[in-house]
């Protein structure tokens, strides 16, 4: 596709319950990242794919939270027995090698945990 | 820890007018630098960045400043437009132990801009 595409668009969920959301990166690009942006804060680094090394797992918040990488394309963050502080906006970014260069993001996953 | 920071929450400038928006850092570790901005219910989108071997770097009407020796960083906008609303990030990256670019970004908290016509 032509840019990073993230779904769903939204999602309100249940405490307790199980989530997925779903990142198709820029075709080509070997480093996916995952960010995450709760109401009035910043960007707050998850989990960074780069290639076929190791991930960098060190922002995840607790280990309700994982992701994986299948093919070196498409990934998918899911967050278990998810809790109120997880309501926020999940963004998915790629960009063709990881080093010195911009992030394409998406347009992001809402989500509401009520 | 919050490694990248951008201490005015808000600005707020006069259409015509330039705007000044400012991060500091704290890891020198930091050599590259990027401007993101981002509307509302859409992902942040790519301005402008900058090495640490520079020290400015102009695109049209945005400017990226670097001041390496007070970590700090700036983005000017000349001249400013209503379009131009929006909160913009700075990020920053570091290289990694094994010498390479490969890593994260750091984002800082954004600042929320609003140009008046």
């Known amino acids: 596709g032509a840019g990073v595409s993230q779904s769903p668009s939204n999602k309100v969920t249940e405490k307790g319950k199980d989530v997925e959301l779903r990142c198709d990166p820029i075709?080509?690009?070997?480093?996916l990242y995952w960010y995450r942006q709760s109401l009035g804060q910043g960007l707050e680094f998850l989990i960074y794919?780069?290639?076929?090394?190791?991930?960098?797992k060190s922002g995840l918040p607790s280990d309700r939270f994982s992701a994986e990488r299948t093919g070196g394309s498409v990934s998918t963050l899911t967050i278990q027995r998810t809790q109120q502080e997880d309501s926020a906006v999940y963004l998915c970014?790629?960009?063709?090698?990881?080093?010195?260069?911009?992030?394409?993001f998406g347009s992001g996953t809402q989500l509401s945990v009520l | 820890d919050q490694q990248v920071k951008q201490n005015s929450p808000s600005l707020s400038v006069q259409e015509g007018r330039i705007s000044i928006l400012n991060c500091d850092y704290t890891?020198?570790?930091?050599?590259?630098f990027l401007w993101y901005k981002k509307y509302p219910a859409e992902g942040p989108t790519f301005l402008i960045s900058?090495?640490?071997?520079?020290d400015k770097n102009e695109d049209g009407r945005f400017t990226v400043f670097l001041n390496k020796s007070a970590k700090h960083l700036s983005l000017h906008i000349v001249p400013s437009q209503p379009g131009d609303s929006a909160v913009y990030f700075c990020?920053?990256?570091?290289?990694?132990?094994?010498?390479?670019?490969?890593?994260?970004?750091?984002f800082g908290q954004g600042t929320i801009l609003t140009v008046h016509p």
């Open positions: 970014a790629s960009s063709l090698t990881g080093g010195y260069e911009k992030l394409f």
């Open positions: 075709s080509g690009h070997t480093a």
């Open positions: 794919f780069q290639g076929n090394s190791a991930p960098d």
């Open positions: 890891n020198s570790m930091f050599d590259y």
């Open positions: 900058i090495s640490s071997i520079k």
């Open positions: 990020a920053a990256k570091a290289s990694n132990a094994g010498g390479t670019s490969y890593g994260k970004l750091t």
